[in-house]
Every structure is written in C-alpha cells, then in structure tokens.
C-alpha cells in the first residue's frame, strides 16, 4: 500500500458496499477508514461479515461518518431517492464522492449534487466500474484513437438480469419511494453509459422509448427498450448512428455491447462484469467481408483480444479516483471535470427516456446544455 | 448422383445465378438442365463462365425455358419488379418455383404468385439460403424442440453490407423500377426471416419503422431499422418480446443475429452466410449468471456448437426443394404450404416496416390472415 492512502469512509451497507470496501482494500492507493451504518450494529456486522482490519472506524450514523476529519473520500451506496441528501451534506463536509448509480433521480437533482461539489472543490464520480477495466482502455484505443473502426452506425447494448418473486417483493430497486427509475436506474444506466462511450460523449440528438415498458403497480420500470438517434451526416446519404437500448428486470441475465461502425464491428457478452476478473476479452471484425459468389468471407472468425487484469475492474475504479483526490490534496490541483461531466450526460440521456416513456413514446430531443 | 435427378432451369444469369447453378450442381437429387437469357449470346457467356456441362440446354429467352417439358423447377433471380409477371407464367406452365428473395414488391404481387403455384398444384420456395443450414435446423432444435432457452424475449438481426459508388449508380438492388424495396427488399428480407424462425412464424402483433430511414432521389430505402413488437404475456408484468432489425447498403458487412429468452441467449455473427462452408458455429450461454458479490460469472465465456456441413447451404435448399417436387412428381403429394407461408409472413411484416417508414414511423399493426 502507498505511504499515505487516500482514506475512504462508506455511508450504508448496502450489499453493493462489500463490493467496494473489498475494492478499496486491494487498490494500491486506498485505505477503508471508516464505515457508517444507521445503526451501530449494523456497521460491525458488516466489518465481520467483511473481514475488515480492527483499524476501521464502525460508525452508527452516516453523519458521523462525514463528520471525520480523516476520511478524505464518502462512498454513497444508499437508495437513489437517499443521494441528494447525503450527497450534497457530504460534499458540503469537504469529502469527495464516490456515488453508486443511478446517481440521481433527475438531472435537476444531479446537478444539486455537482454544483455542491464544484463549490466545495471536491471530486464527484459515480460507480460505473466498467469504465475503469483495462479492457474498455484497450476497446476506447481501437475505436476513437486509431480510426481504425471508422463512424459508429449502430450500438446495441443491452443489460437484463432475471428477478425472483422476492426481488419484486421487496428490492429497493423496484420501489417507488427508493429507487424510482426501476430498471432503467439500475441497468439501463450502464447500456445508456455504453452508448455515450461509444459515441465520444456526443449526447444524441432524439431518444423515442419503444412501446414495450413493463411497470410494477407502483409505477416502477421493470423492463423497457429505447431508440437513440444521431444525427452526424452532412450529406442526404450519410448514415447517422441509432442505438437500441434494452434493459429489464424480467429477463435472464445478458449484458450485451455490439458496436458496428463503418469499417468494422466490435462487440463483447460481459460490458458490464466481465465473465471472469483476471483476463477479460472482447472480439472484433475489419475489413471482413463476403468473398467471390457471396459463398463465405474472408475471415474464419471474429477476431479476439485479451486483455489481462491486475485487479478487480471496481479497484480501478477506487485507484483513479484516489489518485485524482491525492493529486487534489497535495498539489492543489482542481477536481477533474471528465467524470461529473459524464455522469450527467448519462442522466440526461435517462430522464429523456422517462420522459418518453411517460409521453407514450414520443420522442424527446436533447440539446447539449 | 440420383438415377432421375430433378430439372432445374434457370431464367436470368445474374451474379446469383451463378451461386444456384453450383449449388444444383452439387445438390444430390438436382440436375441443371437450361439456362435462359434475354440473349443466347449471354446464355452461352453464362456456362462458359460457370464451366457447365455440354448437355445444360442454352436459350436464347426465358419462355422457352418455361415450355420445355422437360424442366421441372424454375428458379427466377430477376429483378422484384419482373417476379409477378415469370413466376405466375412459370406456374401456369406447371413449372414448381425458386423465387429469388425479396419475392414480390407487396403481399398482393405475392399472393398472385401463390395463387398461381397452388391452382397449378407446384411447388413454392424463396432463395433464403440460411434456413436450409443444418446450423439452422440445429439452432431451431434447441430453441424450440427442447424448451431450453424459454420464451424469447429480445432480438437484434441485423444485415448491412457497404456499397460502393458504382453500386448506388448501376445496381438494379437501388433502382426504383427494378427493386424498390431496396436495402429492407435485400437485406431485411433476411432479418424478418429470423425474426419470424425464432418466433416459430408467429406475426408480430405491430411493426414501427424508427425515424433512421435513408433513401436514395428516387426514394429507394438505402438503410433502415425498424422495431417489431409481440403482445404474447397474459400478464401485466409478463414479457413480451421486442425485436430490433437493422439493413443498410451504408454500413460495413454485419449479419448479426442474438437471441435472448427466459432462461439463455444465442448469438452468431455470420447467421445469412456462414464464415465458411465445411463448418458453422453458434454461441450460447444457458443458466449463466453473476457470482456472488457480483465480481464474475458462472461461467467463463458462451458455449460453441460446430455444425458439419457436406453441402453449402444453398445447395441443401435446391436438395429440399427437389426432394418435396419429387413427392409431387412421383407420389402425387401435395405441394409443402410451410415454404409459401413462410415467404408471405416475411413479405407481410416487410410491407408493414415500408407502410410505418412511408407513415413517418407510425406504428402498423398485423393480423394473422
């Protein structure tokens, strides 16, 4: 471990929260200072269930948890309708923010959440672990900084993992006043974050739901499809991009991102968790095509690439994050605006499609603003 | 060979022409018997080209292909537009019928021909080469026959292929008089097609063109995407299934099918031609699922199935057509309505995507008639 780890506190033990606090232990830079429940029980049951050092400071509420002088980064793993709150007390308190997705109900809430970061100098950046693999550094190389891929033209990215009886029973991610954005919160985030990525962070010109949202009784997004639309030619016959997003809670668990450009195709099974955490692979295809008579092609297979992992994705995560926060605390430098900058364009893109959801379909434009 | 192989003749040596006369050549119970032209100097240029036998009759006309008595089976690569008046003439001539896909300009056209093909009693196939695969045959076995997948959910097919400048000059696929359909006529043929196999020919209940259409100045659809929607749960929170097809001429080569059901997923990337001949895969995962702490899966990539093919697929369609005219011939059997009902559901759901485009992306509902 680095001499002075960045010291992370966690708000709520939600199950989630073990996930990281293992994180924080194998990142390099990282150190688990303090864990807060509401309840102090709560918070030791989770240092035993967790096998956390005797160091770590158990708290039995969250203020207290921000209320330490030594915990630089709070990790916000509470239900979404919880974030705002916690979040913008946190940001108040000087702590930078790791905060789990969906990071908000609406942009209108996000950007309470920002602006108290912004205002207080700390670093904001939201749980999508997957931006942080190796693997999705390599893929980002091949499509944007080589060219080789040519424009983007359609994105499928789909995230679905099958609920049990007692999963809509009870999971917050189902219940109105928790996590109200259902599916599209809690899946569709990554498929709309897959898009942006394969896009360079171009916010696409028009979102239209497709009409087949399944709700709980409660008005909760179980499942939905939506359509994207970039309008990038100049010409008649230019091909813009359109980008199906699939997510749901009522289906086996798929985690789909296929990308097919101008000049070749990308895709992977496991965008979102990679199948396995040491290695992790993705195929491609360039240049195939049909050969002579249209009777095979010019390649046996999709190519693959493996890319090797040292640590967990979630590791890198909490890696890059306390790496900007040291850089914060010791040279004084400001917060990186890449990170929040994403995370809304992602949120703007999900009110969008609830917006068409609740509209019956129609399509809703989005500007970048 | 067969002691008494079926007559194949063909009317119009276009490129794809080319691919049938290799496949009736190599389809055991299939003999190529004339070739007719607009021209006998192209006739003749057509087996010289294609190294066919002495005995293969050239004609100089495509009716003298149709009264010779001595042909069984016509197969008919012209251009959409001219397939009503040949295949219907073909018909009444008794000749059984290969019709190049797409098989008509609308389902009226194509109900003309089908009716033709039944009061003349022969038989009717379109050229869709993929069904006749024994990866096909071999996927509809898991899919369906065993139950392992459960109900299909989602599924993205997908079929673009780039053209290039003298394509969208001199191609008769983007001509308005020769065929219209354009890109959705070529290439979404082959994407309703799976849609409808792995819905085992059930219609969608409504099809909406999403608002990507390109088309040329003579109004031809050069790329599109469409969604197809089926209302198959009887409950609020059953799912029903949301189809994605995508065909483009402005797009690099991709001919992408995934399957996502209840309880697994299939994929291939090569689902209209296979990358090779001698042998096919197709991936899939069934019971895969996330660990615990969701740090992996229980498994470490998708299954593959190899599939051995003596025969390219085109030849395995010329082998099940002359089979079934060979009842017909020999036993007096009734021509097959699988085939027939096949073409009109694809031809059906094709002119629905082209209403809901020509309706500025409205939705279209279908009815099972």
């Known amino acids: 471990m680095a001499e ?3 010291r992370f506190g966690i708000i709520g033990c939600a199950k989630i929260a073990t996930k990281v606090a293992r994180a924080i232990n194998l990142a390099p830079n990282s150190l688990l200072y303090a864990v807060g429940s509401r309840s102090i029980d709560k918070a030791k049951n989770f240092a035993i269930v967790n096998g956390l050092s ?9 203020d207290q948890v921000l209320d330490d002088p030594c915990v630089d980064i709070v990790y916000l793993p509470l239900p979404t309708s919880l974030h705002v709150h916690w979040a913008v007390l946190a940001a108040r308190k000087k702590k930078h923010l790791l905060l789990e997705k969906p990071t908000a109900l609406d942009v209108t809430e996000l950007d309470r959440i920002l602006e108290a970061c912004e205002s207080n100098g700390v670093q904001f950046m939201d749980g999508s672990m997957w931006l942080h693999h190796p693997r999705t550094v390599k893929m980002k190389e091949m499509l944007f900084d080589s060219g080789l891929f040519g424009q983007v033209h359609l994105i499928h990215s789909t995230s679905t993992s099958m609920g049990m009886t007692e999963f809509f029973e009870n999971n917050i991610r189902v219940k109105a006043d928790l ?6 919160g809690d899946l569709g985030w990554y498929c709309i974050g897959a898009t942006l990525w394969s896009k360079n962070y171009k916010l696409p010109t028009s979102v239209t739901a497709l009409p087949d949202t399944i709700k709980n009784s409660d008005g909760v997004i179980l499942s939905c499809t939506a359509s994207l639309h970039y309008d990038d030619g100049d010409q008649p016959t230019e091909k813009s991009a359109t980008v199906i997003i ?12 296929s990308i097919s450009a101008s000049k070749g195709s990308l895709h992977l099974k496991d965008f979102i968790i990679p199948f396995q955490e040491d290695s992790a692979i993705f195929n491609y295809t360039l240049d ?3 050969v002579d008579l249209h009777i095979g092609w010019n390649i046996v297979k999709p190519e693959k690439v493996v890319v090797d992992c040292e640590l967990p994705q979630e ?7 306390a790496r900007i ?3 914060i605390k010791k040279s004084g430098c400001r917060p990186d605006s ?23 379909c129609k399509p809703v434009c989005l500007t970048e603003n």
């Open 179 to 184: 996590d109200a954005l259902g599916a599209l």
């Open 54 to 62: 005797d160091a770590v400071k158990l708290y039995g509420s969250y």
């Open 246 to 257: 699939h997510c749901s809670f009522l289906s086996y668990t798929c985690t789909d991102l």
């Open 315 to 321: 590791a890198y995560m909490v890696q890059e994050l």
């Open 325 to 327: 926060v040291e850089g």
């Open 4 to 6: 002075n780890p960045v």
């Open 338 to 360: 890449k990170w929040p900058e994403i995370s809304r364009k992602t949120q703007l893109v999900m009110d969008a499609i609830k917006q068409s959801v609740d509209l019956g």
């Open 288 to 290: 195939a095509k049909l």
